[in-house]
């Protein structure tokens, strides 16, 4: 069974500082992974996905086969960086579709 | 830009009600999905649902759920008769294609059972 796990339910940083949340999971296949956010009153939303390397709003995340860990890193945290972050991890399913399975997330709080 | 819309925003019902959750997918999408979210854990699948008819579901989705697209525009989640633990932030997504990553989220209904 598939699993995603993040230890940190809360991360406070402040404004400037390294930012890093941590993304382990199970899957016994090649696994396809996803970092989700959800601003303060905004709905839930894809931010980048681990095959199309890319950064986005300064956030990178590298899949590690060997520590099975996908974790989202930013150097330098921004206030507007706030929210709720899910990491998901898709498998695909029999019926042709993406199903996730998402982390319990990490709320962020980036402090001025 | 478009965007997945949901109503209600939060419904309340007695326990043992019925109670349907509306979403309207993104147009030109071709799968939708339900999740739920209870407060304080992780989002859950429940189904996904592909050319009128369902394509996965989830160990939760039993038989008190159902979903239906009966139009070319709306996507519902019925509970039959509704239980304490079912109350949950409700999540409807939908994606472009069958192997699209990208799903896209609507803002949820808050159902709360009483």
């Known amino acids: 069974a598939q699993r995603v796990t993040q230890p940190e339910k809360l991360l406070s940083v402040f404004k400037g500082a390294p930012v890093e949340l941590k993304c382990n999971y199970s899957?016994?296949?090649?696994?396809?992974l996803f970092w989700y956010v959800q601003y303060s009153r905004q709905r839930l939303q894809l931010l980048l996905r681990?095959?199309s390397r890319e950064s986005i709003k300064g956030f990178t995340a590298d899949l590690n086969k060997g520590e099975t860990s996908f974790h989202l890193k930013k150097p330098f945290a921004q206030e507007e960086d706030s929210a709720m972050y899910y990491c998901?991890?898709?498998?695909?399913?029999?019926?042709?579709?993406?199903?996730?399975?998402f982390g319990r997330g990490t709320s962020l709080i980036v402090h001025p | 830009e478009p965007e997945v819309t949901q109503t209600p925003s939060h419904q309340v019902t007695q326990m043992g009600q019925e109670v349907i959750l509306r979403c309207v997918p993104i147009s030109n999408h071709l799968y939708f999905y339900w999740y739920r979210q209870i407060l304080g854990q992780k989002v859950e699948f429940l189904v996904s649902f592909y050319n009128n008819e369902i394509s996965e579901k989830s160990e939760i989705f039993d038989d008190q759920f159902s979903v239906e697209r009966p139009d070319g525009s709306n996507f519902t989640l019925k509970i039959r008769s509704t239980k304490l633990e079912d109350s949950a932030m409700y999540f409807c997504a939908s994606s472009e294609a069958p192997l699209s990553y990208e799903q896209y989220f609507g803002p949820g209904t808050r159902l709360t059972v009483t």
């Open positions: 681990h095959i």
């Open positions: 998901a991890l898709s498998s695909h399913a029999s019926g042709g579709s993406y199903i996730p399975t």
């Open positions: 899957y016994s296949g090649s696994p396809e």
